[in-house]
């Protein structure tokens, strides 16, 4: 596996992404559609690694203010307290519900984070055009387009708790900003996921291959 | 049965879509949680609770959560009976190839399958301090998620195009 | 592909035929939205038939209603839920639309009543504290009925009574409201059994006050019952003196409504619901006679009247059978003089009581020829009220009814304070002068009385003298004997002397302790120690 073959690209190939038919593709030309559906065809995903890297970066910094900002405000009996992202699943540690700690502390604080560092080595590794790991860097890659959706857990339970307690003086649960921008951060390092074609790993093996 | 040429690649995705369908309605018409606490009693809805944050205000916030458990995941459904319905009767339904491709693109954004993680850990946050009752949008959603997962594995555009192309 | 027909021309006869199976025309996946669909209608069905009755109640103000979350709750079980909070067209009022539980919907007729709980101050007592942190809600008040109604009125306070209280209704028609109000106590003989439920200006102007009495108090009342404001302290200053009336604290300062029967009057059928019922101003007008028919008197006094008023009793010697309902001026121009002509009803039934008016009269008439006369009479020194008094005065000089237009007038005789100024006048006129040379006499004689008694007494003194001294001689041989027996060798004389020196080695010891005592103080507490201590 570490010398695969020549690509498609290399060999003027290119599967459509929409029904999957692989059309001929003479390299000479900039643009072309799929004989059978008709949808435009890319070589690679244009631009991907500019755009990845805008999405990451956004998403970089939003990430401070995601986990500074309280995610939610709950008022109990004129008490207010505010959670952060940190401090929910502390709380949820605290009150003996570990498995549910765990859950929180890793698709809040640990995917997320990890998620960005991924992303951000696969970026870097495709411009230096590093030729180490290409199959576990494309796993990694895989791994991080499946688990990052699951980081809107928090997002969810702050909107299901904002409504279902709202009882006036005796509980009350309110939205903190730090919860939009957790959406941001996760929808950000989506869309940074999206963007990177994870072909551009391999093409540097095959043009040196080649 | 001597022979047999596989599932059928287009009433197994247009049943499941359907099936999605109703159980899509069932989980924003019925309560999904209720919620009990020194003898006040609460019903939360999906819409309920979008419009809820929408008001607090948290617009912004609610229009993230409405789009990916709500619009994203009824797109998706819509979008597979929209394929596949007029298939079932041989025809090949107009911008059938952007619909294939809208599929694929709504797909990691109906995130149902976490909203229901997130009901379960508010749930069982909450159930500390209250009584916390599943409503029948619970236990649907459930469904759901898995109909939808499986409706997923069953859309394969390139034995579509086989049969349609 | 199993659909594909294929025929078997070019295959050999020896093979099997398929044991062919009807084709399946609809795929078994389409089990899975069937039974999905079966699940949405089960549901919905349920929801449907879940689903009770939707009731409007109309509010002066939404205030800590929300929709949604609001309940409606029957004796503190939630029975339903706020729907939406509307204006009303005409922005006047409210509307509160609520869905109810299906198992209520029998219930829900025109004797519903709906009302917000919320904290508030009512009967010096406070309530719904508990929705200062719950929440408002709307509580309602349920009852079997005819006829089913989906739209109400809500109450603004809560009502006094709900329909699980059972007991009877009475109106009550008093001038005024006076310091009443919904949730008054009505106490029968000082005790709580009933409330002030509303009251309503009529359009006579009067006010009828809707008073439950709790069952099984209300079979109390009948015919014969009579019901007083009850309400503050009843301070009379009257003819019978100070007189404080008070049924209860809690009527002292809400006010209330108390009744009883009248003394001794049979106690009637009990009075149905809703009967109608005058309210008096205090117990002692409530418990007052009321006799259907009075007969009308004048009287004319020659003397002041200062001190009577309208309302004083008029009695028979203690009984009370009227009452003074009028005191008026007159100038009788003809005669050049001024009357006081007071005007008081008597009860029919108390004095001459006859149905017949020509036989009335010829009573009437026969007792003035025996003397009855109207008298003012003091009842009360320290206040000076007056009251009326009929009594036989056989010595007046004889006189008549003057059977007039008007109210018959019946002959007075002068008060009694005019006939003590009679008295003083009969002493004034006293012959002193005379009287006091007469108690000169009297007084000489009286001294000459105590100069013999004087002389007397001297005589006396001088016959008794010798007497005495004989008795004294006597009296000396007795000591003399006395003398013997105390002698010191007479037996009484030795057993003295050996008490005494008993007495005397006893004080010593005592001394002898003492002194120890003084040293030793502490031997009190530990006894008497050793002797070498």
């Keep these: 596996m570490n010398a695969p073959g020549p690509t498609a690209l290399a060999r003027d190939l290119v599967g459509c992404h929409s029904c999957g038919l692989v059309n001929r593709w003479p390299s000479t030309h900039t643009h072309a559609r799929c004989a059978r559906c008709h949808a435009p065809l890319h070589r690679r995903i244009p631009r991907s690694l500019s755009r990845s890297w805008a999405f990451l970066v956004a998403s970089i910094m939003l990430y401070v203010p995601a986990n500074v900002l309280p995610i939610m405000h709950v008022t109990s009996l004129g008490q207010v307290r505010a959670d952060t992202i940190l401090s929910g699943a502390e709380y949820l540690l605290l009150h003996g519900m570990w498995p549910l700690a765990l859950i929180v502390f890793v698709a809040s604080i640990l995917v997320p984070l990890v998620k960005m560092v991924i992303l951000a080595y696969l970026l870097v590794s495709v411009q230096r055009h590093s030729p180490s790991r290409r199959l576990d860097r494309t796993r990694l890659y895989r791994f991080t387009e499946f688990v990052g959706r699951w980081s809107m857990v928090d997002v969810y339970v702050v909107t299901i708790l904002v409504a279902l307690v709202h009882l006036g003086a005796v509980a009350q649960i309110e939205a903190g900003f730090g919860a939009l921008f957790f959406a941001a951060v996760v929808i950000l390092t989506m869309l940074a996921a999206h963007v990177f074609d994870p072909r551009l790993i391999w093409d540097d093996a095959v043009t040196r291959h080649a | ?165 | 592909m199993p659909d594909t027909p294929r025929s078997d021309d070019d295959l050999p006869e020896a093979l099997p035929e398929a044991r062919l199976e009807r084709e399946r025309r609809v795929s078994l996946v389409w089990l899975i939205p069937l039974v999905a669909l079966l699940a949405a209608a089960w549901l919905g069905y349920r929801a449907y038939t879940q689903q009770g009755p939707l009731v409007t109640i109309g509010f002066e103000t939404a205030e800590g209603l929300e929709a949604g979350k609001t309940r409606v709750r029957y004796k503190d079980v939630d029975i339903g839920v706020v729907e939406a909070i509307d204006l009303a067209p005409d922005l006047a009022r409210v509307l509160v639309r609520a869905r109810l539980a299906a198992a209520l919907s029998d219930y829900i007729n025109d004797k519903a009543r709906f009302w917000v709980v919320r904290p508030r101050l009512t009967r010096g007592q406070v309530s719904g504290l508990a929705t200062l942190v719950g929440g408002a809600y709307i509580a309602a008040d349920l009852s079997a009925g005819d006829t089913p109604q989906r739209a109400f009125d809500g109450l603004e306070t809560p009502p006094v009574v709900t329909a699980v209280e059972r007991g009877s209704v009475f109106i009550l028609r008093a001038d005024a409201l006076g310091s009443l109000a919904a949730g008054s106590p009505v106490l029968y003989r000082g005790i709580e059994v009933g409330t002030v439920v509303g009251y309503t200006l009529r359009d006579d102007r009067s006010v009828a006050i809707q008073a439950f009495v709790n069952a099984p108090h209300d079979a109390w009342v009948n015919a014969n019952t009579r019901f007083w404001n009850a309400s503050g302290i009843g301070l009379s200053l009257d003819a019978s003196g100070i007189r404080v009336d008070t049924e209860s604290l809690a009527s002292v300062l809400l006010g209330g409504i108390a009744f009883d029967d009248l003394p001794n009057t049979p106690s009637d059928a009990r009075a149905q619901p809703e009967t109608e019922f005058r309210l008096f101003a205090d117990r002692d007008a409530a418990m007052a006679p009321q006799y259907a028919q009075r007969e009308d008197w004048q009287l004319l006094f020659a003397g002041s009247v200062r001190g009577l008023v309208v309302g004083a009793p008029v009695e028979f010697r203690g009984i009370r059978i009227g009452e003074v309902t009028g005191i008026k001026l007159r100038m009788d121009s003809e005669q050049r003089r001024v009357e006081i002509p007071v005007e008081i009803a008597i009860e029919s039934g108390r004095l001459g009581g006859s149905e017949d008016a020509a036989t009335r009269r010829q009573l009437w008439d026969e007792l003035v020829a025996q003397g009855l006369r109207a008298q003012l009479k003091n009842g009360n020194l320290l206040t000076g009220a007056l009251y009326v008094d009929l009594d036989f005065h056989p010595d007046d000089a004889p006189r008549s009814i003057v059977w007039d237009a008007g109210a018959p007038r019946l002959p007075t005789v002068p008060t009694a304070l005019d006939q003590l100024s009679d008295l003083l006048g009969k002493l004034v006129r006293l012959p002193l002068d005379s009287m006091g040379s007469d108690l000169a006499a009297t007084l000489a004689a009286l001294r000459d009385t105590t100069e013999a008694t004087n002389s007397l007494l001297e005589r006396i003194d001088r016959e008794t003298a010798s007497e005495l001294n004989q008795t004294l001689v006597q009296t000396r041989k007795t000591l003399v004997a006395l003398e013997k027996v105390l002698a010191t060798n007479s037996p009484l004389q030795s057993e003295a002397l050996r008490i005494f020196k008993e007495l005397g080695t006893a004080a010593r010891s005592l001394r002898i302790m003492s002194d120890y005592l003084e040293r030793h103080p502490e031997a009190l507490l530990r006894g008497k120690g050793g002797p070498g201590e």
């Design chain 2, 1 to 165: 049965m001597l022979d047999h040429g596989g599932r059928d690649p287009v009433a197994a995705p247009l049943a499941l879509g359907i099936t999605a369908l109703i159980l899509f309605v069932i989980s924003n018409v019925f309560p999904l949680l209720e919620f009990g606490l020194s003898g006040q009693h609460d019903t939360a809805y999906l819409l309920a609770g979008i419009r809820q944050l929408y008001a607090q205000p948290a617009p912004l916030l609610a229009s993230v959560v409405l789009f990916t458990t709500v619009l994203a995941p009824l797109l998706h459904i819509a979008l597979l009976i929209y394929i596949y319905l007029p298939l079932q009767f041989g025809r090949r339904p107009p911008a059938f190839v952007a619909a294939l491709r809208l599929v694929q693109r709504i797909l990691p954004w109906s995130m149902l399958e976490i909203f229901l993680l997130g009901v379960l850990v508010a749930a069982v946050k909450l159930a500390e301090q209250a009584t916390i009752v599943a409503g029948p949008a619970a236990w649907s959603l459930g469904v759901l998620v898995i109909v939808l997962a499986a409706a997923a594995t069953q859309v394969h555009p390139q034995r579509l195009w086989d049969r349609v192309g």
